[in-house]
């Protein structure tokens, strides 16, 4: 799990066929979801606010 892509070949996929949940790797999906989870837990548990 990155924020970091390689989007030097996002064009050739972006609005295709091969733009579907259903070619994305599973164990890369749960990775992103349980990294974006605990993000999410820390940041909701912070005594102080995110600056805006």
Known sequence: A???DDISKYFWFHHT???TMTVQDPSQM???AAVWTVVSYVIADMEE???R
């Open 17 to 19: 066929q091969g733009d």
């Open 30 to 32: 749960n990775l992103c």
């Open 2 to 4: 990155s924020l970091h």
């Open 49 to 51: 606010m995110l600056p």
